[in-house]
């Protein structure tokens, strides 16, 4: 009997567990290593929510945001997964706006009768993970499927590579941009912060977004584990993870302005996470010294909106080499 082949992963956020998760589905056996425990990593701190952002719009994205909505929908009814439906009001200020992922969202409607400065707003379902409850979930996932998740920091992909691996699958994020050798791999960094449910005038239901607001975009995420997390900045080539107190201020004062229900209230706590951003998603196989690579990375901020799909597709790839 012929033993299954090997895969090491590199990288343990959202899109690393995935194609982990996906690779294992198709026979693989599976390693993850990662530089950083994944609940520290850019999704930690993600808005987390379905929609496409700071990512090509291809047919092909477009493919794997449509299969990823599919899952996370799934996803909704699954225990400890952390993922819930919500409605997203997003607003604009400019007049007859059509969104890009309107054909992906089915129930999406044009809203009306909007306040100064907004010009169009639209409602439709996405889905919201909450981030640590998911990579937690992510992670069980891995566990019961004899994945093991080692920290290593790596100097080189070829580092990742041992006797019996067959593969080197590069889910590093940001961290490609070093490992990969790939300077069209550039951050782009959001800080994010968390307020906690209790503290709240009043109950906030739903995800808002005001993504051109003039002074960075402001987003209000209800997470489902008693927070709710606003954003946030999109700051091109910062690598600086610290957050700096005056862009927090700068933040709730967008997001108080978004939903009058954060009047007062101020965040337990912050987190800047760099989005892997280029102009395309890399899925591809290439030669490493000692075994081949699947480069799957870039995903900008929309990692968890195109994860399920991409992952998928990063499998079918790697059968190319499979046994």
């Not at 047919?59 to 996803?75: D, M, N, V």
């Amino acid at each position: 009997m012929q033993d299954a082949p090997r895969a090491v992963v590199v990288g343990a956020g959202v899109i690393g567990c995935t194609t982990a998760l996906a690779l294992v589905a198709d026979g693989w056996e599976v390693d993850v290593l990662t530089a950083e425990d994944p609940r520290a990593t850019t999704s930690a701190v993600a808005a987390a929510f379905w929609y496409p952002y700071l990512v090509d719009d291809s047919p092909t994205t477009e493919a794997w945001g449509r299969a990823t909505a599919e899952r996370l929908a799934a996803l909704t009814a699954v225990p400890g997964a952390g993922v819930a439906a919500r409605t997203v009001h997003e607003r604009f200020r400019e007049a007859d706006v059509e969104p890009g992922w309107r054909a992906t969202m089915p129930d999406a409607a044009r809203e009306t009768g909007l306040d100064a400065p907004f010009l169009d707003g639209w409602r439709f379902t996405s889905w919201v993970a909450a981030m640590p409850t998911y990579l937690t979930w992510l992670l069980a996932q891995l566990a019961a499927a004899d994945v093991q998740v080692a920290q290593v920091l790596l100097d080189d992909l070829d580092d990742a590579w041992r006797p019996g691996v067959d593969l080197v699958v590069d889910c590093a994020g940001i961290g490609a941009r070093a490992l990969a050798d790939d300077t069209t791999l550039v951050p782009v960094a959001g800080q994010a912060l968390l307020v906690r449910t209790e503290d709240l005038a009043a109950p906030i239901e739903a995800v808002w977004l005001d993504a051109a607001h003039p002074d960075g975009p402001a987003y209000v995420v209800p997470r489902g584990d008693g927070t709710v997390l606003c954003g946030g900045t999109s700051v091109e080539g910062q690598a600086d993870r610290t957050p700096d107190p005056a862009v927090t201020e700068g933040i709730m004062a967008r997001c108080r302005d978004l939903v009058p229900a954060l009047e007062g209230v101020e965040p337990f706590a912050a987190g800047v996470g760099l989005r892997p951003t280029r102009p395309t998603v890399r899925l591809e196989l290439g030669p490493g010294r000692d075994s081949l690579v699947l480069h799957h990375y870039g995903h900008g901020g929309a990692g968890l909106t195109l994860s399920w799909g991409s992952a998928a597709d990063a499998a079918l790839l790697a059968r190319n080499i499979k046994g």
